[in-house]
């Protein structure tokens, strides 16, 4: 059976129902039998989907402090536990964990890159913090198999950035 993991540190939503039609899409276009959300997820919030193939972990309150550490572990936990074909990594500041799972799954796990908007600049965050994640993709960016962004100019860097990558645009198109 081919699963996949998606990673998304952030609250679970209708409004940020990318993660959730992406993954519609991989089950409808039988890429993957079954797909793991990893998220923050309020307890008894509402249905963000109703594909019985899509199945939420670690459904931790928010995205701060203690839960966000466990989040971060979660990504390697799950990888072990669940034993994914893919792990899609969406945030910057986890993408070194997604390498941490690559060898802890010993290679057998496809790791793709699918930020939102252009990780190492983004706006709102300290220097420090984007040059930190400037870093971790730099380090990390080797072991993605493929890096899928919302956007031409988006994808249009990291093409430039890293000419040796498969880079897609999935473009973010809200759905009322």
Not at 33 to 39: A, Q, S, W
Not at 47 to 62: A, M, P, Q, R, T
Not at 151 to 166: A, Q
Request: hydrophobic residues 40%; positive net charge.
């Amino acid at each position: 059976m081919t699963t996949a993991i998606q990673c998304y540190p952030a609250l679970l939503s209708k409004k940020n129902s990318r993660i959730i039609r992406e993954s519609e899409a991989l089950i409808d276009l039988k890429l993957v039998d079954k797909v793991y959300i990893l998220g923050f997820k309020k307890l008894n919030s509402e249905v963000l989907s109703e594909h019985k193939e899509i199945c939420y972990i670690g459904k931790y309150k928010n995205n701060k402090g203690l839960n966000y550490l466990l989040f971060l572990f979660s990504i390697v936990y799950y990888s072990i536990q669940l034993k994914p074909t893919f792990l899609t990594i969406r945030r910057g500041e986890s993408i070194l964990m997604g390498v941490l799972a690559y060898f802890m799954r010993l290679g057998k796990l496809s790791l793709i890159y699918s930020p939102h908007e252009l990780e190492s600049h983004r706006s709102g965050v300290s220097f420090w913090h984007r040059q930190l994640i400037n870093l971790s993709e730099k380090l990390s960016i080797r072991f993605y198999s493929k890096i899928i962004v919302v956007c031409s100019p988006i994808g249009n860097w990291y093409r430039r950035r890293y000419p040796f990558k498969d880079v897609y645009t999935l473009r973010s198109i809200p759905v009322n």
